[in-house]
């Protein structure tokens, strides 16, 4: 009993410094690149107006809209609240509590609230088996403007992110979830049916559209206009021109055109610009223009955005709304690797003499290392000393 006793402590013991799957530290020098582009980011989102806002990890599992959106509720993981007895849950997405700060903490102001966060966000599970499961989620989100120039806006702050995150060139894919919704209110489809159909349209599977419109007894023209969306996707212009020929004439599938024509003509003359109408985003709150940006060598998106005009509905404040994010952790192999030395290594021995300078010279937001042991000033990052030179102390050069 007592070996065995032993063998439980040495299991645990030996154990107690591994991580969940999908989890993982980030060590200093990956810290110190993540956080030096984000204060950049959040910089370029002070430029055009957007204000900081910190939601909390944590809330009711109600506010966090894991009862109406299938996708997000099974990315949410959910503990019990000692305190109240309810379900609290461990956001998943940080656009729903930016929603509800507007809805509510920010009612006062009907014009236009330009919001921007920063955060950890927790998933249940990954989205993919290279994918953390601790998203470092940071976007923007404009609210109260329902034009095509806020849309716009999102878009360009999501590309001038990519920029300061080392993207080179990327692919800038757009889509318009209004016309997959426009065709399935037409054709009268049940919730579970159009999610049926939204997921053989996301995959392409254009014979499977064919047979489960057939086997619903859908009209010729709707069965027509499903079959072709998951062909639907390629350059801008041919992909709009096919798409009028082949969808039913509709005062909002012809508004969903020209918005997407009219982004096009904004960014085609700096951006490669793909457009795919059968790209149907999985969450339930997104309602217009979809855009994302995708490198050459990744099928993965590497950010995203939407419109999403119906999600204040849910906190008491509809208001239009659109917006971007990415995941800051996915962009580390991008970053600089190399810190350049700007540390000022001071000696032990030499402290007391320089204390006030020292003091004054972190105040001014330098920083200043003891080194203790010796360790020398290309060790500490330091590319400079304190030195007593013509009687005086001074902060010189290595």
């Not at 590309?159 to 889509?175: H, M």
Request: hydrophobic share 40%.
């Amino acid at each position: 009993m007592a070996l065995g006793f032993l063998c439980f402590v040495f299991n645990r013991m030996t154990h107690s410094w591994l991580l969940p799957d999908y989890i993982a530290d980030i060590l200093p020098s990956a810290a110190a690149r993540i956080e030096k582009v984000k204060e950049q980011m959040l910089s370029l989102f002070h430029s055009y107006g957007y204000h900081l806002v910190i939601p909390p990890l944590m809330e009711y599992t109600q506010s966090l809209l894991t009862n109406i959106d299938p996708d997000l509720s099974l990315k949410t993981i959910r503990i019990a609240d000692r305190f109240s007895g309810r379900q609290l849950g461990l956001r998943a997405d940080i656009t729903p509590q930016i929603s509800r700060i507007d809805a509510h903490l920010l009612s006062a102001n009907d014009g236009i609230n330009r919001l921007c966060y920063a955060g950890t966000v927790l998933h249940a599970s990954p989205d993919t088996l290279y994918s953390t499961r601790e998203p470092l989620q940071i976007g923007a989100e404009m609210y109260g403007f329902d034009d095509i120039g806020a849309d716009n806006e999102i878009i360009t702050l999501m590309l001038k992110s990519l920029a300061i995150l080392g993207v080179e060139n990327p692919l800038l894919s757009l889509a318009h979830i209004k016309i997959f919704n426009i065709l399935s209110a037409l054709a009268n489809l049940s919730v579970e049916d159009k999610n049926t159909l939204r997921q053989m349209i996301s995959n392409k599977e254009q014979e499977s559209v064919q047979q489960f419109c057939t086997q619903k007894g859908l009209p010729e023209n709707l069965s027509s206009a499903f079959a072709a969306l998951p062909v639907l996707y390629g350059e801008v212009p041919q992909v709009l021109q096919q798409a009028q020929k082949i969808l039913p004439s509709n005062p909002d599938i012809q508004a969903a055109f020209n918005d997407l024509n009219t982004v096009y003509q904004q960014f085609v003359s700096q951006y490669r610009i793909h457009l795919d109408l059968s790209e149907l985003r999985a969450d339930n709150y997104h309602s217009g223009l979809l855009f994302a940006s995708y490198r050459d060598d990744e099928s993965e998106a590497i950010a995203r955005g939407g419109r999403y005009d119906g999600l204040g509905r849910y906190f008491g404040r509809e208001r239009p709304s659109v917006g971007f994010s990415l995941d800051l952790k996915n962009f580390l192999e991008l970053l600089p690797q190399h810190i350049e030395k700007s540390g000022i290594c001071v000696k032990p021995e030499d402290l007391p003499q320089v204390s006030e300078m020292v003091n004054q010279l972190r105040l001014d937001g330098e920083m200043v290392i003891v080194d203790y042991i010796g360790a020398g000033a290309a060790k500490l990052n330091c590319n400079r000393t304190v030195a007593f030179i013509n009687n005086q102390w001074q902060v010189i050069g290595i």
